[in-house]
Structure formats: C-alpha cells, structure tokens
C-alpha cells in the first residue's frame, strides 16, 4: 500500500499573494497542543481451559483396560519355506506365502511323504487351534495351502506343510485330490519358464445369492464344538518374475467338484477381486 504524500511549498512569492492581516490574524492563534501518541488498548486476553496433561495411547489404553487388550486375532507364523498368517476364529489360515524356484523344488536326500504326518500347531494357544480331531469324520480333506511337493528339498521343510495352519477344509473328490493338485502342478511348472514364482493361497467366504434374492455369506463349521469353518471358495494369486519383468495372476476356486477338462481361465479373476474377498492386500 503506498502512502499518499502531500507536499506544501510556501515560498516568497506565495506570501505576496495572502493579505498580510489575513497572515497576521492566522499567526495570532494560540498554538494548540501537540498530539500525544496513545497506543491502542490490547484487546483483553481469550480465556483458555487449563492444560492438560499430556497421556499418550498407551497409557490411555491401560487406564481404560489395566489387564491388557484382547487378541490377537491373527498369528503370523514364519516357517522354513513359507509364512501363513492364521485366522484364530476361523481356525484356518488368512493366507500363505511361498517363494518357488528350479532349486527349491529339487528332491532332498531321504525326503519322503510318508514320513510325515499332520499335527497341531503349538505356536498358537491351545484354546485357539484347529484341532486333528475337528477333521474326523468331517468329510472334509486336510487341504493344504502349500503343498508338500513344492518342498521336496528338506524333510524338515516338507514336515511342516503338515501343521494346521497351513491346512483348510477341501472337498476331496474332484477338488483337493484332483482339480486343485493339478493347480498346484500348474505352479510348480512355472519354474521351468520363469526365474522366481510367488504363490499366495487362501480360503474365501464368498456371498450367494438365494431364493428370495438378497446375498448371505454362510458356511459350515466342522468339529465337536464346531470350530473350524469350511471355506467357500480358496484363491491363488501367482506372480512370477524373469529378467526384471514381472506378471501376476489370480484365480478363484469353488470348494466343491470341478471337472477336469474346465479349462484354468474360467477362474481367473482380477486381482482387486481377490483383495476385496480376502479383505487384504496380497501384492502392492
């Protein structure tokens, strides 16, 4: 903002022009007083509410809950040839991951599949494990989420494909014992065009649409109590890597009979539907 500057010059000829009792009279005024400079009042002071003070969210947590939070509800369990995250309340894994190689898939010295056998997993509290008694007379198969034949390599290895929680109820006939393995072969193959493969299985519980046309997610739940729930559907996204290029797929599965000559790609989804059914994200 720019001042606005006012300049009078008096000079002797400006003087000649005003009567001199007019300039007489002007100067007999009394002179006035000089302004005196007053600061502006303050304005008066905003009233404040008393600090507090300063509890972060942990002792907010304790405060409100002394004993501790509940959960987890999920365990993440690191194994030497995958990591599953498992789902306490469904008694079945979220997901599980496995990184396959030509290497990885070569057979060990002495590695054999009827050395091993399915287990419960102690890594997770008692009350919350699926349980070899829930699969008993379930007509269920023990499904595996990452298949023995992928680790061949160690015996150890192969062992723990047999904990839970790396283990889903399947339909055996025509799916787990048929359609399924041979999505599983279809992975390992991928070895023989592709440097790395990544594998991510898991189940869904999927929505139907019934008579009266609104959509429900139901499903059964096996076991004596019944605690473990039997999926509806089971995914695999597979991304696979060569020469710095990678490219992924997904694919969803009905939990029941497929015929073997349904070609793969009548399953084959985008990955966002899968996320969106899993209720996480498998590949960023």
């Not at 959960?71 to 040839?81: F, I, M, Q």
């Not at 990452?146 to 390599?153: E, G, I, L, Y």
């Not at 014992?177 to 070895?191: G, M, N, V």
């Not at 996204?237 to 009979?257: C, D, E, M």
Request: net charge positive.
């Amino acid at each position: 903002m720019v001042a606005e500057k006012a300049t009078l010059v008096l000079g002797g000829a400006a003087l000649g022009a005003v009567s001199f009792a007019a300039y007489q009279k002007l100067t007999q005024k009394k002179p006035t007083a000089p302004a005196i400079y007053r600061a502006p009042t303050p304005p008066a002071p905003v009233p404040t509410q008393p600090q507090q003070p300063f509890i972060n969210n942990m002792e907010k947590a304790k405060n409100i809950m002394p004993f501790g939070l509940p959960g987890p509800v999920n365990d993440l369990v690191y194994r030497s040839a995958y990591i599953t995250s498992y789902n306490r309340r469904d008694r079945n894994p979220n997901w599980v991951a496995e990184h396959l190689t030509q290497a990885s898939l070569k057979r060990g010295p002495d590695v054999d599949r009827q050395k091993s056998t399915f287990r419960e997993d102690d890594s997770v509290p008692e009350k919350f494990r699926a349980k070899l008694n829930d699969y008993f007379r379930s007509g269920f198969d023990r499904g595996h989420m990452v298949p023995a034949a992928d680790v061949k390599n160690s015996q150890v290895s192969m062992d723990e494909t047999f904990y839970l929680t790396n283990i889903a109820p399947q339909v055996g006939q025509g799916f787990n014992r048929d359609y399924w393995a041979h999505l599983e072969h279809f992975c390992r193959e991928l070895t023989q065009k592709f440097s790395d493969v990544y594998v991510f299985t898991g189940p869904l519980y999927l929505p139907h649409q019934e008579a009266d046309g609104k959509f429900y997610v139901k499903y059964q739940m096996i076991g004596n109590p019944p605690n473990v729930a039997v999926p509806t559907h089971f995914y695999k996204v597979i991304l696979t890597h060569h020469q710095g290029r990678y490219t992924v797929g997904a694919f969803v599965l009905p939990n029941q009979p497929i015929p073997d000559q349904t070609p793969l790609t009548a399953f084959k989804v985008p990955l966002d539907a899968v996320e969106r059914g899993a209720e996480k994200q498998n590949v960023n």
